[in-house]
């Protein structure tokens, strides 16, 4: 059906999605496209694979062959320069070849639907799609549809979920803090709009955090928040009190249509993590940020430059982690 | 099963050879994970080789990759000097198809280019696939179909005949 619209109505909202499109019938990554149904014995085997591939650095040559002769096309209907430069550099670590294709420059604006846009590049036998698009669902309905043997990662779909970000703040945590059942962990922020807040909640409840808490005004959580197995808090001391790690979310000024907010200013007062307020939390409280960080809306400047912060960690790791997941999902192992 | 002790005894002997008589003073030793560094380590003891040893993991290297996937639990590989223009000698349990060397030897080329390689292996069998060849050799087997030879250990170090269920 080439000439199927991409049925932006019809898309599957964020919810449990069957894991027998993200996994083999053997329980091996296919896609990735979500952290929801992942189990804890295959987040821990990406975290491991991800390990290896951290300790790659020091070669004159940082790259390894396995994905040698494979073509990984980053298509982005969404802006990004870290997730997709660290996806390029994952694969190209991996001596893939790496096409990347903006379509908010290109043929999407022509009228092009997503399943055309797929079925093109598929033409020109790729072996591997990292996707990112402003509609939630949107990697899932391409895994739906692309020729067997082709993997699709999610790199962030709407509000849904940006599974890759969660592993590594995953290993980024595990690295600093090892193991997860001991650790009091506050999300700060804009969870409502965040599909990073979504996964790390998700991998967190799986890799059997001790506590997850969220932590945000009334009018940027989403409904039924509780659900989802977090403590909700309202008010920044109480959220951070005695915590292990605190993850700042970006204010993500694009995503609201709505006045969510009085004003960027008041929420810094309110919200804003500043080194006083990181006081309450324990005195060894890792920092953590997606990125990009808005200084003076979300964190102030001396806390996201500060000895606590590994927000540029993450960044590093971020390769390693898409090493590994791009890794596995190429190299599924024949029963 | 031959004794190990006098295996690595006539390897040493042997590498010691080798490079006198390159004018060769110390090579940097590269054990392959995980039997060639149990190797490699006990080569550089009885040589009193004091400089420190390198040690590959060729797992992201393999030719199977598509075949059999991620191996789990990659080790880091260790390099801690410099190959270029370096003497080194390369080390594995045991030598069977020839694939785990040129792995290897792809790695190590990702480190460096070294003066020259030259391959040790506690074991040599017949079935190469390859046209790899070592110059210190612990012992030499001829094996039946389906047999295999592994390397226990690291302590202490033995050799083990496998017959393996269909073929490889």
């Known amino acids: ?335 | 099963m031959p004794d190990i002790d006098s295996l690595l005894d006539s390897m040493a002997e042997q590498t010691r050879r080798h490079f006198d008589q390159r004018g060769v003073e110390q090579p940097i030793v590269v054990g392959i994970h995980s039997g060639g560094v149990w190797i490699a380590e006990a080569l550089r003891k009885r040589l009193g080789y004091s400089r420190p040893m390198g040690k590959l993991d060729i797992s992201f290297y393999r030719d199977d990759f598509s075949r059999i996937g991620m191996h789990p639990q990659v080790r880091p590989s260790e390099l801690p000097e410099e190959l270029d223009n370096e003497h080194v000698l390369l080390v594995d349990d045991v030598l069977f198809t020839g694939r785990t060397i040129r792995a290897a030897l792809n790695e190590l080329f990702d480190y460096g280019r070294p003066a020259s390689v030259t391959l040790a292996v506690l074991v040599e069998r017949d079935g190469r696939e390859l046209p790899v060849q070592a110059t210190i050799v612990g012992a030499h087997f001829e094996l039946a179909p389906g047999e295999q030879i592994k390397l226990r250990g690291p302590d202490p170090l033995r050799l083990e005949r496998v017959q393996l269920e269909n073929g490889r």
Request: neutral net charge.
């Open chain 1, 1 to 335: 059906m080439i000439t199927e619209a991409f049925p932006a109505a019809h898309l599957p909202q964020p919810g449990p999605l069957p894991n027998d499109l993200q996994l083999t019938p053997d329980g091996q990554l296919r896609h990735l496209l979500t952290i929801e149904g992942l189990n804890r014995e295959l987040l821990t085997e990406i975290l491991d694979n991800a390990e290896s591939f951290a300790n790659m650095n020091e070669k004159a040559v940082k790259k390894v062959p396995l994905l040698r002769g494979k073509t990984v096309v980053n298509l982005f209907f969404e802006p990004s320069t870290r997730t997709r430069t660290t996806f390029e550099l994952a694969a190209k670590r991996l001596s893939a070849d790496v096409l990347n294709i903006n379509v908010s420059t290109s043929s999407a604006t022509k009228g092009e639907s997503l399943l055309d846009t797929l079925r093109n590049i598929e033409a020109m036998n790729v072996d591997m799609f990292v996707v990112r698009h402003q509609q939630s669902g949107a990697a899932h309905f391409m895994a739906r549809h692309v020729e067997p043997g082709i993997s699709v990662l999610n790199a962030g779909d709407g509000r849904h979920a940006h599974p890759t970000q969660a592993l590594l703040d995953m290993f980024t945590i595990r690295r600093f803090k090892g193991d997860f059942t001991r650790l009091r962990i506050a999300i700060v922020g804009d969870i409502l709009h965040s599909r990073v807040a979504r996964s790390q909640i998700h991998a967190l409840n799986i890799l059997q955090a001790g506590e997850v808490r969220v932590v945000a005004p009334h009018s940027l959580l989403p409904a039924h928040v509780e659900d989802l197995g977090v403590h909700v808090f309202h008010n920044l001391e109480e959220g951070l009190h005695e915590v292990d790690v605190v993850i700042m979310l970006r204010l993500q000024r694009e995503r609201m249509e709505h006045a969510h907010l009085p004003s960027e200013h008041e929420y810094f007062q309110l919200f804003g993590l500043t080194q006083r307020r990181l006081l309450t939390a324990r005195p060894d409280c890792l920092v953590m940020h997606p990125g990009p960080a808005n200084r003076g809306v979300e964190i102030d400047s001396a806390v996201a430059d500060g000895a606590q912060s590994v927000i540029l960690r993450q960044v590093t790791f971020g390769i390693a982690v898409r090493m590994a997941v791009m890794s596995m999902v190429m190299g599924i192992r024949s029963a």
